[in-house]
C-alpha cells in the first residue's frame, strides 16, 4: 500500500521530525541451498538516525516503541526495491528502543532507531 503521508510515518502519523539519514539494513546470509544461491531470512530491518533532536520529538518515538511491546505498527518508509523514491506503508512492524547519544540545551544527540520485522515480498 503507497504510505498514507508521503512521508515517514507511524500509523499514519507523520514523525515530527524527520530522519537525517535513513537506510534498509542488510541481511544476513542464512546459508546456501542446492544451487549455490543465498538464502535471506524473510523479514528486514529499517534504520533511521537523527543528528540532534528535541526531546519532545524523541518522546513521540519512545511511546511508539511501548506501543510495539504489546502490538505491532504500520511504518511508511521508503519502499524497498522500488524504481522511484516512494513511501510504502509496511504493516506488523515492531521497533527498538532509540539509542541516543548526549544530552544538548532540551535536545538529545546522535538519535537511531531501528524498526524491523518488516516484509518486502
Given at each position: ?7 515517514f510515518a507511524i500509523n499514519g502519523t507523520r514523525i ?45 518515538l519512545i511511546n511508539a516503541q511501548l506501543a510495539s ?40 544527540e546522535s538519535v537511531i532507531w531501528v524498526v524491523g ?5
Open positions: 500500500m503507497i504510505g498514507t503521508t508521503g512521508s515530527s521530525l524527520q530522519p537525517s539519514t535513513h537506510k534498509w539494513s542488510g541481511r544476513s546470509e542464512l546459508g546456501v541451498d542446492g544451487n549455490n544461491r543465498p538464502l535471506y531470512p524473510a523479514i528486514r530491518e529499517f534504520e533511521m538516525s537523527w543528528d540532534l533532536m528535541p526531546v519532545s520529538d524523541l518522546a513521540q511491546v504489546t502490538g505491532t505498527l504500520v511504518m511508511d518508509l521508503p519502499q524497498w526495491g522500488s524504481s522511484i523514491y516512494t513511501f510504502y506503508s509496511y504493516s506488523g512492524t515492531v521497533a527498538r528502543e532509540p539509542q541516543v547519544g548526549q544530552y544538548f540545551s532540551e535536545h538529545v520485522n518488516i516484509r518486502t515480498n
